[in-house]
């Protein structure tokens, strides 16, 4: 006989009504707990029973709820919801990424004792769950001295972040310059305005705000084209002409 047992009560084997029962030595002695627990295993008995032969009536022609139909062609994703990078040092990117760039670590891996971390931008005055993570790989190779965005020989080109407008674009270059980090490349292309600058691992990171929609509408070949370049040196580096060209369909924006 299977028993299983919890203080003052005991559950039987499957009676006559296939449900867990109390035995009746302890019958009358239950407590509210026992009475709980076969409530629970009565539950859970009940549902083994039933989900094999609903399973199997749901998906027998393969057109229930439960398995769509198959479209003529991959669904188009809304975006890229994380990143995940590997670095030499998680505690030299960590201080990239929070104190450099400016972003909140809100979770870490336990499986790998810290060596994963999780980071978010500001979405409106609430963090993600995370936007891009790093985790420890102390085998990677180290970079070369100078950045170069075609001839780097690591496998991620360049992570690109969004500033949430102009001002604040501009308030993170004037950060940046505070900090030491070196200017790699500035440049104005027709959807956004940039700053290139390179992580501990080599990886390019473009800092960017978008210019409003009007300015580039459905000509994304011709706003990507479009580059001009910006010194990387001095105040220069902080010219950033509002008299945006307008690869669109409508007027001049102005703005």
């Given at each position: ?83 995940v ?11 990239f ?51 170069s965005?075609?001839?780097q ?26 900090k ?74 102005g703005?």
């Amino acid at each position: 006989m299977l028993r299983r047992r919890a203080p003052g009560w005991r559950a039987d084997a499957l009676g006559d009504g296939g449900y867990w029962g109390v035995g009746d030595a302890e019958r009358g002695e239950a407590s509210s707990a026992a009475v709980a627990m076969t409530r629970l295993h009565r539950l859970a008995y009940t549902q083994a029973q039933e989900v094999p032969s609903r399973r199997s009536k749901m998906m027998a022609d393969g057109t229930s709820s439960i398995v769509p139909a198959t479209p003529d062609e991959a669904v188009t994703p809304r975006g890229i919801n994380h990143l995940v990078i590997n670095v030499r040092d998680i505690e030299e990117s960590h201080r990239f990424w929070t104190e450099t760039l400016g972003f909140k670590q809100v979770a870490y891996s336990k499986r790998r004792n810290g060596k994963m971390r999780f980071y978010s931008g500001d979405h409106d005055g609430r963090v993600n769950h995370h936007d891009i993570a790093l985790c420890e790989n102390p085998n990677l190779p180290r970079p070369p001295a100078d950045w170069s965005m075609f001839d780097q020989p690591v496998a991620i080109n360049h992570i690109a972040i969004t500033m949430p407008n102009r001002e604040a674009w501009l308030k993170q270059l004037a950060w940046l310059r505070a900090k030491g980090v070196k200017f790699e490349r500035r440049v104005n292309h027709g959807m956004t305005h940039s700053l290139y600058i390179v992580d501990p691992n080599g990886y390019g990171v473009e800092v960017l705000y978008e210019l409003p929609r009007e300015i580039w509408g459905d000509n994304i070949q011709g706003a990507i084209d479009y580059a001009e370049s910006v010194p990387t040196e001095g105040d220069q580096a902080f010219i950033d002409d509002t008299d945006y060209p307008m690869f669109g369909t409508t007027e001049k924006s102005g703005k």
